[in-house]
Each structure stands twice: as structure tokens, then as C-alpha cells.
């Protein structure tokens, strides 16, 4: 059974095997989690998501699908990339959000990682609300089939964390 924790913090902070970008699906850096994570980690980062575009990604990584790189200068052996769903408004299909979820702890499972950092996926620049994000992320990853041991959620500000912690019941 994977263990959920949440923490309020800079997940480039954080040392885990994976630690999750919310990335933009063209894979070379942007704004929020994104830009940190390519920031903090160095040109390595970078220099391997060009290598993906240069290959099968040369579209870009679709919504709701993962791959990984090296995790350059963070305290983790790699970064999983996932592209969420941009938030529609009413009738958003959280299916994709939760896509984003499954199929990176699939690429962590592949990897052999035991402990993955996630960020709030799409709850910023892609406006996903929280309450509907955190409710997703924590349904998903209980319900996924994974080796993962440890989850961690790593919640930017105080309003994410009390988001992710009112539908955690971590009790």
C-alpha cells in the first residue's frame, strides 16, 4: 500500500526518486513548477527534455501522459513529466487530470522509483480548482496499481494544503 503524505513547500526542495513537473507540453521550461524545476535542476534538465523533442516527442508531450529525464541538480534521480488539462470551466473532464497522476507513477513504477514528489497539477496557470484537483490527485494515487511506497504532495501555499488536506483524511 503507498503511503500519502502532504507538505507545504518548494518541491524543488524536496528529495524524493521522482519528483513530478507539471510541465507545459512543449517540455523545455515555462512558468511555476515548471520554470523551477528547470531553474533549480540546471541545463541537464533541459538539455534532455531537447533530446525527447528531437525524437518522439517532437510535438510535444500530449495532456495527460508522462516521461521522465534526468533530475540534473535536484535531490532526485529523475523528473517525470506530465502536461494536465487546462480547466474549461464546468464540464472539465477530470479524467485527463487524473491521467496526468496514473501515468506518472506508471513511469515511476517503470523507472523503479519508490518515493514520488507530485506537485498540485494544473491548479495554477491552468486554473484547475483546487478542491476538484486535490480530490483527483487523491483518488487517483489510492486507487492506482503501483509499487510506489511513498507519495508525497507537495503544496506550494497554505490554500493548496488545506485543499489536498481536506479530502486527504490521512488520519
Not at 519528483?19 to 512558468?31: E, F, K, Q, T
Not at 518515493?115 to 478542491?131: H, K, M, N, Q
Request: charged share 25%.
Amino acid at each position: 500500500m503507498t503511503t500519502i503524505t502532504l507538505v507545504r513547500g518548494d518541491i524543488t526542495e524536496q528529495s524524493a526518486d521522482a519528483l513530478v513537473n507539471a510541465a507545459n507540453s512543449s517540455l523545455l521550461g515555462g512558468g511555476g513548477v515548471d520554470g523551477a524545476i528547470h531553474r533549480r535542476g540546471g541545463p541537464e534538465i533541459l538539455a534532455a527534455c531537447r533530446k525527447l523533442r528531437a525524437g518522439h516527442y517532437g510535438k510535444g508531450l500530449p495532456t495527460g501522459r508522462a516521461v521522465a529525464t534526468t533530475a540534473g541538480r535536484l535531490d532526485a534521480r529523475w523528473v517525470i513529466h506530465t502536461v494536465g488539462p487546462v480547466w474549461q470551466g464546468p464540464g472539465s473532464d477530470p479524467e485527463r487530470l487524473a491521467s496526468c497522476y496514473r501515468e506518472s507513477l506508471r513511469v515511476a513504477d517503470e523507472l523503479g522509483a519508490r518515493t514520488v514528489a507530485f506537485p498540485a497539477i494544473s491548479t495554477g496557470v491552468y486554473r484547475w480548482p483546487l478542491d476538484e484537483a486535490a480530490r483527483v490527485a487523491l483518488d487517483t494515487v489510492r486507487g492506482a496499481r503501483t509499487e510506489v511506497e511513498e507519495v508525497g504532495f507537495v503544496l506550494f501555499d497554505e490554500r493548496a494544503y488545506e485543499a489536498f488536506a481536506a479530502c486527504a483524511d490521512l488520519a
